[in-house]
């Protein structure tokens, strides 16, 4: 728009070049202030609505859980995994050699403080969103006593890491924290 | 932008326009594009409809992905958006308001074609085309009415599918059609959802053609003459332009007092509460917009003929170029319809307040005298007018009248 406003100011006016260039520019930077304030309400309303916000924390009571049960539960509509774990596959998942994994990460780092016990995972795997085998008995758990995903053949240990396959990163750990001895809350 | 001197964009633009003129027909249309040098703001509107248009559709298309079709979701789904959707009733206000807008920019547009006689030769299917797009308007309108499944909603679409059922014979099966069922319910819900969505674009493609009409001939003007050389146009940019958005401006004013201030002062409360099928709400009107057509049926005391009248309030308009007998466009050199003219708009404005008010006592009969003043309009006086007064003279040409004579004699050879 600026050329052509431009093309039009005839030569030999001498201030008015410039107070035309001041009305054109104090134009077009109100004109895109306009056009970005109504564009956004448009984008803003794509985003997560408040009734979803508030569905964003998940609250868990563990004391139907026996050891070396697995329970899956939903939060955020994605599934979130409760482990809870045997005495072996915690020794399992301590002993591992953190420096030979793709995504270091030590198991102590990935459960709460004297809480080894319990196994907090987001139940998706981090190369292209599967949801890895390994909750229900019977479930292939792979390899190393964890999870398995079908769709790729990503292999988890009995921390949630990445062990072989094509995933990246080890299962993600949700933020939560115990609001008992034998309740959590995701999220 | 594109005929901007020389440089890499313009070599790009020159190698596309090339293959596809779009740069070109732009330049041809919106830039060069000679209009009239006289245009009122009564001209403003036309551009102001298409804007309005852009904007139904835009927060239309937002509030569909948010929108639930279902009778049992859907009353839920409007008040989520209203509610819990980031910015969801700034939406939902703009396309809720934005409709009566619709109708009052396109209502003042027609006027304005009436008053300055932009039906006749050689726009009679510009014209046609515009009452086409009324049409699909007010189908659109009211099916979109339909869509938040609240009480106004559901009889709304009751009593306006029940017109159908005043077709002899075959009504009730084509009523049956339209519902999907027994009565209105989620099939209807569902296809009007679809069609609510469709018609837009169908409106879209009408204004093209609407607008192809246009450019082949140019605007008609306040004087009602030809384009009779380059001194009685200028380009349309900047000049239309620059006054398009200023009324734009100005519009929005209006617009936005709605949408900021009283967004449901055009509508009715009892649209916030869900579709019952058991409990008509006491009084049932339609949006103003649609009044004056409600008047019409129910001044009518047969059932059939009703409809017929109502339905011809609209479609009358498309003969509205051979009604008029008088070889003048304009009513400034009319005499005596340059005042009949307004007679319409009142007539509009009574039949709107009959519409909106219980039918008891004077309001039917004051109601039977603007439906028979409505037709009598067209088909009587609108012929009749043009045979009787006698036009003023013409100036020579649009330049002649707004720069004075020596320019008229200089554009005369």
Not at chain 1, 7 to 21: A, I, K, L, M, T
Not at chain 2, 87 to 109: C, D, E, K, P, T
Not at chain 2, 300 to 317: H, N, Q, R, T, Y
Request: proline residues 8%; contains cysteine.
């Amino acid at each position: 728009m600026a050329d052509v406003a431009q093309s039009q100011v005839s030569p030999g006016h001498g201030d008015g070049e410039s107070r035309r260039d001041f009305l054109i520019l104090t134009a077009a930077a109100l004109g895109a202030v306009g056009a970005a304030s109504t564009i956004w309400p448009f984008i803003d309303s794509l985003n997560p609505a408040r009734d979803t916000l508030a569905l964003a924390t998940t609250e868990v009571d563990l004391t139907p859980i026996a050891s070396g049960q697995r329970l899956t539960v939903a939060w955020r509509g994605k599934p979130v995994f409760i482990d809870r774990r045997t005495p072996a596959e915690i020794k399992a998942a301590q002993e591992v050699d953190v420096s030979a994994l793709r995504d270091p990460q030590k198991d102590s780092d990935r459960v709460k403080p004297g809480k080894a016990e319990w196994l907090v995972i987001v139940g998706v795997c981090t190369h292209l969103g599967c949801i890895p085998l390994g909750q229900k008995t019977g479930d292939d758990r792979g390899e190393f006593g964890g999870w398995f995903c079908p769709c790729h053949g990503s292999v988890y240990d009995t921390s949630g890491r990445r062990r072989e396959g094509p995933a990246p990163t080890n299962l993600e750990v949700p933020p939560y924290e115990f609001t008992s001895d034998t309740a959590i809350k995701i999220g | 932008m594109a005929a901007s001197g020389p440089g890499a964009s313009s070599r790009i633009v020159r190698w596309i326009d090339y293959r596809l003129p779009f740069v070109g027909f732009i330049q041809h249309e919106l830039y060069e594009y000679p209009t009239p040098r006289n245009l009122t703001y009564w001209w403003n509107f036309g551009s102001l409809a298409g804007i309005m248009l852009v904007v139904m559709i835009a927060t239309g298309i937002v509030l569909a992905m948010h929108y639930t079709p279902h009778a049992d979701l859907a009353f839920d789904s409007v008040e989520r958006i209203m509610r819990d959707v980031n910015y969801g009733w700034l939406l939902r206000y703009l396309h809720a308001n934005g409709a009566s807008m619709f109708f009052l920019i396109v209502y003042i547009h027609m006027f304005r074609g009436l008053y300055y006689g932009s039906y006749k030769y050689p726009r009679e299917l510009l014209w046609m085309l515009g009452v086409v797009i009324l049409l699909l308007m007010m189908a659109t309108a009211f099916i979109g009415y339909v869509l938040p499944w609240g009480q106004m909603s559901y009889w709304a679409a009751t009593v306006i599918t029940n017109l159908f059922s005043a077709i002899p014979v075959i009504g009730d099966k084509i009523v049956a059609l339209l519902w999907g069922g027994f009565t209105v319910g989620n099939p209807t819900l569902n296809r009007f959802y679809s069609l609510h969505y469709l018609l837009p674009f169908v409106i879209v493609a009408v204004v093209g053609l609407h607008l192809v009409a246009l450019h082949t001939h140019g605007s008609n003007n306040p004087l009602g003459i030809d384009h009779k050389g380059p001194q009685d146009s200028i380009p349309f940019h900047p000049y239309y332009t620059i006054k398009d958005m200023f009324g734009l401006a100005v519009f929005l004013i209006v617009y936005a007092a709605f949408v900021f201030y009283a967004p449901n002062y055009l509508s009715h409360p009892d649209n916030y509460i869900p579709a019952n099928s058991m409990v008509t709400p006491n009084h049932i009107v339609p949006e103003w917009y649609f009044l004056p057509y409600y008047a019409i049926l129910r001044s009518v005391p047969d059932k059939l003929l009703g409809v017929i009248l109502m339905f011809s309030a609209v479609l009358i308009l498309f003969i509205v170029p051979w009604l008029d007998t008088s070889p003048v466009r304009s009513a400034r050199f009319r005499p005596i319809y340059k005042w009949v003219s307004w007679l319409l708009p009142i007539d509009a404005v009574i039949l709107g307040w009959v519409g909106a008010n219980p039918p008891v006592g004077n309001v039917v009969l004051i109601g039977q005298l603007a439906t028979f003043y409505y037709f009598a309009h067209f088909l009587v006086l609108i012929p009749l007018i043009g045979k009787l007064e006698r036009p003023r003279p013409l100036p020579l040409s649009i330049g002649a009248a707004v720069l004075g004579s020596s320019a008229g004699r200089a554009g005369s050879h």
